[in-house]
């Protein structure tokens, strides 16, 4: 069930928000209490789910101090001779926040902007609510439903929605931080760069506010499109599907959708992390970026990490994270981020890989990738993330 714009801000309104959610849960309706305001939920019947811990020990995903609320509507997109599309959002949040406003969060998921879902942020809205972090993770509408700049649009759509109810959420709308992996990284670095630049900000959702940014975290991200070729195997589809137009702008687009197009000393700070054996975006991506920040004067943070991979969830990578966050935005993530990603565990995706001969796609071949390997971009049983395209670029 989805929350609309006003049920979702009645609700959050409220000190305490009483309602434990699960992915089966349903809202019922706003009832009195001594203060005039209670969320009453139906629960799931279910037994609350629970993950493996090292040494065979069960917890359970939802800490008890954290409040889940699912498929929160932040903005409606009419069409014609067809249903309206709705935006949404789950969101997490101390349940007890002693009245003082958070820092907010925008998760934004990868899949190389044709696949994807906001649930795979999911289980970093936990540690960044304990955090004191109001965090989200939101839906973007992809390729086979809008080309660029849809996505950008709906991404700050979403910053301009927390913005615009910030004091019904009891956010600081001066702390918003935005974190994407992947294609994600590259909306997250966009998001970032442009502030609000009019050519980007779409007619999506709530209007009048900025959509600008305190920090961004950017992992893994595509930054520089002007380093492959139309044709090139492993981006071509990318080119095809979310870069659809006009023959005649497409450059034009590509230019737009460039994060190194809009750096400028006015930017916020930025984290960047990236795999050095990452073989579906290279990590000369990121090194793009961080030149181009630190050409600028604009400050930014940068994590290399050896024999790793797309997938940078590592205890490092979640360290890195809370620290930029908490200097930035004022939270206290530190701990529960570590609780979440100890030393010694990695997320499934995350293993450590030797570094490979050679990328799949070197500079100059265009090569397509091998007969076998489990790192094909179209290979749904991918680990370092399935449907991801190949980005090496060509010289």
């Known amino acids: 069930m989805r929350l609309s714009h006003r049920s979702f801000v009645q609700c959050v309104g409220v000190t305490f928000f009483l309602v434990l959610l699960q992915p089966t849960t349903t809202f019922g309706q706003v009832a009195s209490e001594s203060d005039g305001r209670r969320l009453v939920a139906e629960q ?22 954290v409040q889940f609320v699912r498929e929160v509507v932040y903005a409606t997109i009419e069409q014609d001779n067809a249903p309206p599309i709705e935006l949404t959002m ?33 289980t970093l809205l936990q540690p960044l609510a304990q955090g004191g972090y109001f965090a989200v993770t939101i839906q973007y509408r992809l390729s086979g439903a809008a080309p660029y700049p849809a996505a950008v649009h709906d991404c700050k759509s979403a910053i301009r929605f927390l913005r615009a109810n910030a004091g019904d959420l009891g956010i600081d709308p001066t702390r918003i931080g935005v974190l994407g992996h992947s294609a994600g990284g590259h909306l997250a670095a966009l998001v970032a760069t442009t502030g609000d630049d009019p050519d980007l900000e ?22 520089d499109f002007t380093l492959f070729q139309r044709d090139q195997p492993g981006i071509r589809r990318i080119f095809d599907e979310w870069f659809a137009g006009p023959d005649a702008t497409f450059d034009e687009r590509i230019k737009q959708a460039t994060v190194l197009t809009h750096v400028d000393g006015d930017d916020p700070p930025v984290l960047i992390v990236h795999g050095e054996a990452d073989r579906v975006v290279s990590i000369e991506h990121s090194e793009r970026l961080r030149d181009s920040l630190a050409k600028h004067g604009v400050e930014f943070e940068f994590l290399s990490l050896p024999e790793v991979g797309h997938s940078v969830a590592r205890p490092e990578t979640a360290a890195a994270v809370a620290a930029f966050f908490d200097k930035h935005l004022g939270g206290s993530a530190g701990e529960s981020m570590q609780t979440f990603m100890p030393e010694g565990r990695a997320s499934q995706g995350g293993s450590r890989r030797p570094i490979p001969p050679e990328p799949l796609l070197a500079p100059g071949k265009g090569a397509a990738s091998k007969s076998g390997s489990n790192d094909d971009p179209e290979d749904p049983e991918d680990p370092e993330g399935p449907n991801e395209p190949t980005t090496q670029p060509e010289e």
């Open 44 to 65: 799931s019947r279910r037994s609350p789910r629970v993950v493996a811990e090292p040494g065979g020990q069960r917890r359970p995903i939802v800490a008890s101090d």
């Open 90 to 122: 789950n969101t997490a949040f101390l349940k007890d926040h002693s009245n003082q406003l958070m820092p907010a969060v925008v998760l934004i998921h990868g899949g190389g902007y044709g696949s994807g879902s906001k649930e795979m942020f999911n």
């Open 202 to 223: 779409g007619n999506v959702g709530e209007a009048g506010f900025s959509s600008a940014v305190t920090c961004a975290v950017d992992l893994s991200g595509l930054t």
